[in-house]
Nanobody, 114 residues
Framework: QVQLVESGGGLVQPGGSLRLSCAAS????????MAWYRQAPGKQRELVAF???????NYADSVKGRFTISRDHAKNTVYLQMNSLKPEDTAVYYC????????WGQGAQVTVSS
């Protein structure tokens, strides 16, 4: 059974930082590249960053240079370090595999506002 549990969201001022964590079940974590997605109000869910099983990371242009994705194989956990946050980064952030599986977690709300 696929389980994804995101944590670490919150309210932060523009220019601030947050670190998101995602605990994933072993079956999905070990078998796939893992990604962070986000969905802003009124918008479709979009891919923010993904990391291969071997550790190669890729980013959407909108977050390149500001966000860093990483994974800890011993903990079955994926992280997203978010720096220099902007109001347009406000969204619910989800982790999932690439390609995404049908089961999603509850997400982590990130709000960037002064």
């Amino acid at each position: 059974q696929v389980q994804l549990v995101e944590s670490g969201g919150g309210l932060v001022q523009p220019g601030g930082s947050l670190r998101l964590s995602c605990a994933a079940s072993g079956s999905i974590f070990s078998g796939y590249a893992m990604a962070w997605y986000r969905q802003a109000p009124g918008k479709q869910r979009e891919l923010v960053a993904f990391i291969t099983k071997g550790g190669t990371a890729n980013y959407a242009d909108s977050v390149k240079g500001r966000f860093t994705i990483s994974r800890d194989h011993a903990k079955n956990t994926v992280y997203l370090q978010m720096n220099s946050l902007k109001p347009e980064d406000t969204a619910v952030y989800y982790c999932n595999a690439v390609p995404s599986q049908s089961t999603w977690g509850q997400g982590a709300q990130v709000t960037v506002s002064s």
